[in-house]
């Protein structure tokens, strides 16, 4: 998927260990085969070559991440939208741009980028994109799905405790061998190699997203990877949102939602929704956070 991940389990002895962690890597490799669009032979590559010609049929795991990823698009006001894929070609964080896109180069690739243009048949169990040119991806949503699957497999198999932890989308069981809670540190948007806040995550989940991670400057000007898709353009006034709920997928989803609706329309989403938390850092290096959310800082 291009992260890393990190298998952290309890277990009797380091045989079995080393049995369990092998088959979380499968596991992820597994779901890569379904979800990744570099991959030409998967469903979601399929789908999108595709595009505005005919409907493809998928697996029930595919349709299902699908289906729920646009409830988080209709609940976000498209904030979140798996369409976003079809601007990857204009903008690249992955190298160092000497140019941002035009206005024209943008309006095009928004014009193919929308969730209302992603159509389900349940009954067929098709997914169809509409619009010749959309694409989808599940960058804002993989990691996450990926890390509860490899909770879910572990737990099935009678691993105890452990930590999935997907390039920071992490997810917990149980606890240490101490009988203590797992601790995760909050990463400090000003210098990443440090933290912020230690939170306890029982049962559950938290994921990350901030403009620290991928970037390009400008012409003095920061643009992060974290692109509103209905405009277009990169998302500003926030460096970085943690989302904590009990599902590491709808961590990452909110996570990315929260940084493109901005300070006040994210912690309002988040305060409505029960059994979700978060913590926002702003541009101005203020933190807030949501009802529920009580920790000790970091000098």
């Not at 599940?138 to 452990?162: N, R």
Request: glycine residues 8%; neutral net charge; hydrophobic residues 40%.
């Amino acid at each position: 998927m291009g992260s890393r991940f990190n298998f952290t389990i309890v277990a009797k002895e380091e045989k079995s260990a080393n049995a369990y962690i092998d088959e979380a890597v499968a596991e992820v490799k597994r779901i890569e085969k379904l979800i990744s669009s570099w991959d030409k032979d998967s469903e979601t590559s399929k789908i999108n070559k595709n595009a505005g010609i005919e409907p493809v049929k998928v697996s029930v795991e595919l349709y299902d991440l699908i289906e729920r990823a646009i409830q988080i698009s209709k609940i976000t006001d498209g904030a979140f939208d798996i369409s976003y894929a079809a601007l990857d070609n204009i903008w690249r964080f992955n190298i160092s741009m000497d140019y941002i896109p035009s206005d024209l180069q943008i309006a095009n690739s928004v014009n193919k980028i929308g969730y209302k243009n992603i159509i389900l048949n349940k009954e067929a169990q098709t997914v169809y994109l509409s619009k010749e040119g959309m694409k989808i991806g599940f960058g804002a949503i993989g990691k996450g799905y990926a890390a509860d699957k490899v909770k879910e497999l572990l737990k099935s198999k009678g691993v105890i405790a452990g930590i999935i932890n997907a390039s920071g989308d992490l997810t917990t069981w149980g606890t240490q061998v101490s009988g203590k809670k797992w601790m995760v540190g909050i990463t400090n948007p000003l210098d990443v190699s440090k933290v912020f806040s230690w939170m306890p995550i029982v049962e559950s989940s938290v994921a990350t997203s901030g403009n620290y991670e991928k970037y390009i400057i400008y012409k003095g000007e920061k643009y992060s990877h974290i692109i509103d898709p209905r405009t277009g353009w990169p998302s500003k006034g926030i460096k970085s949102v943690s989302v904590f709920a009990k599902k590491a997928e709808l961590c990452d989803a909110l996570a990315t939602s929260i940084f493109v609706m901005g300070l006040e329309a994210g912690l309002s989403l988040v305060n409505q929704l029960k059994g979700i938390e978060a913590i926002i850092i702003d541009d101005n290096n203020q933190i807030h956070k949501t009802t529920g959310i009580q920790f000790n800082n970091i000098d």
